[in-house]
């Protein structure tokens, strides 16, 4: 389980900004600590739990970059062609049969090693064949073309650090050095519950005054995509004392609990009130929007010596999104022993005017064109309700427009966040 402690999330102000939210979450909130081996075809977006250290030189050889010939720099011509006799072929995964005499050369393929004492390769379009002769043009600098064993990781050094996401790219990179699997932390285990009566299961018969259930689905795609195991524990109705059992159960075997809906002021809205009676709510407003209301607590988890870590999020679906990404996605990297990674957003222009209040971080959905001067340009979503769900369908990613910004006008620069970016 992960390491959380009572007052891991201590925070007495009413509004919590999203830097403090990450702050708090980077410095008090402990990765789960189980590690296993995985082989490497199972390895992409697990979370590297030791340094790997790199085993061999990469690349283990001096070779030819390029399709070509390999001569001796010091035989060359210094401002005229040279001409080479060609003594050999060598294709890559085989060597040259001998050593390089003076004058001479070797038909080279990219990926050969470099026979020795040849340090240059021509490539072959840049020549000129003559029988069993080879001529170079002058000007060519020493080493050209040529791949330096060890020049893109030597042995010894650390190929993957602890921490570190691992993609596709960090899987190629551990298969080029020989290794057949990776010790990484254990996946972090998520159970969600969505929450209200008016809340249905897809398929069922739906009541007029019903919806059908999205966020639970929006939820565990979003968590299984950065890595987790999300257990879907269903839909449970208003009703606080099912909610704070329902709640208890799942601490003892997961790391996280989420649940949307049921976290804001309304007399049905019973989430807080049932993590207060089976664990402690530490806060549960943050200076965003949408998706103010955001509950975070600690859940403990009888019988063991750690606790359970409590995300309480709104009910509308791009509130959902917005809050998962700004503090649901943090605290899940960090209980997997992900580094951290600032997000970055990208500056794109504006084609729309917008005002908003000062002292809350606000997140417009965009969807990105090209302008007629070639400029990428954001047009805001027509329509900006937090239940809107064709507002994260049919738009790009977020803009994100900081505490002290009050007004954006055509035009103006803005910072941009792709759903792909939020999402990895």
């Not at 992960?2 to 830097?19: E, R």
């Not at 789960?32 to 739990?49: F, Q, S, T, W």
């Not at 064949?129 to 990781?153: H, M, T, W, Y």
């Not at 960090?170 to 209200?196: D, I, K, N, P, Q």
Request: hydrophobic share 45%; aromatic share 4%; net charge neutral.
């Amino acid at each position: 389980m992960a390491q959380l402690t009572d007052d891991c999330f201590a925070f007495s102000g009413p509004l919590l900004p999203v830097d403090e939210v990450e702050r708090i979450i980077r410095e008090r909130v402990t990765p789960v600590a189980e590690v296993e081996a995985v082989r490497l075809h199972a390895a992409n977006g697990r979370v590297v739990a030791r340094d790997v250290v790199a085993p061999i030189d990469l690349p283990p050889f001096d070779n030819s970059a390029v399709d070509g010939y390999a001569v001796r720099h010091a035989d060359l011509e210094g401002k005229a062609e040279t001409r080479f006799a060609v003594v050999e072929r060598v294709t890559a995964g085989h060597t040259a049969a001998r050593r390089l005499a003076s004058g001479t050369a070797v038909r080279i393929f990219t990926g050969a090693p470099m026979p020795v004492g040849a340090d240059t390769v021509f490539m072959q379009e840049d020549v000129r064949r003559d029988g069993d002769s080879v001529i170079v043009p002058a000007g060519l600098k020493l080493g050209a073309n040529r791949r330096l064993a060890g020049e893109d990781l030597r042995a010894g050094s650390i190929a993957l650090p602890v921490g570190r996401r691992l993609t596709a790219q960090h899987v190629a990179l551990a298969a080029s050095l020989g290794l057949t699997a990776l010790e990484v932390f254990r996946r972090v285990r998520v159970a969600v519950f969505s929450t209200g009566d008016e809340i249905i299961e897809p398929g069922k018969p739906r009541p007029g005054a019903a919806l059908f259930d999205a966020n639970r689905y929006l939820l565990m795609g979003l968590i299984e995509r950065l890595g987790a195991q999300a257990t879907d524990l269903g839909i449970l109705p208003d009703d606080p004392d099912r909610l704070a059992r329902a709640i208890a159960a799942a601490a003892p075997e997961h790391d996280l609990v989420v649940t949307s809906g049921g976290v804001s002021t309304g007399e049905a809205d019973h989430v807080r009130h049932a993590v207060e009676t089976v664990g402690r709510l530490v806060f549960w407003r943050v200076a965003i929007k949408p998706g103010r209301p955001v509950a975070m607590g600690v859940i403990p988890a009888s019988g063991r010596s750690a606790s359970a870590a409590f995300v309480g999020l709104p009910g509308n679906p791009a509130a959902v999104y917005v809050t998962f990404a700004r503090v649901v996605r943090p605290l899940l990297l960090r209980l997997a022993g992900a580094e951290a990674a600032p997000l970055m957003a990208l500056p794109v222009r504006a084609a729309f005017a917008y005002r908003k209040k000062a002292g809350r971080r606000e997140y417009v959905r965009v969807k990105l064109t090209r302008a007629g001067d070639g400029a990428v340009e954001a047009v805001k979503h027509a329509q900006e309700g937090a239940g809107i769900i064709t507002s994260l369908t049919e738009t790009d990613g977020l803009v994100e427009l900081a505490e002290d910004t009050t007004t954006v006008a055509p035009g103006s620069t803005v910072a941009f966040l792709s759903y792909a970016t939020l999402a990895a």
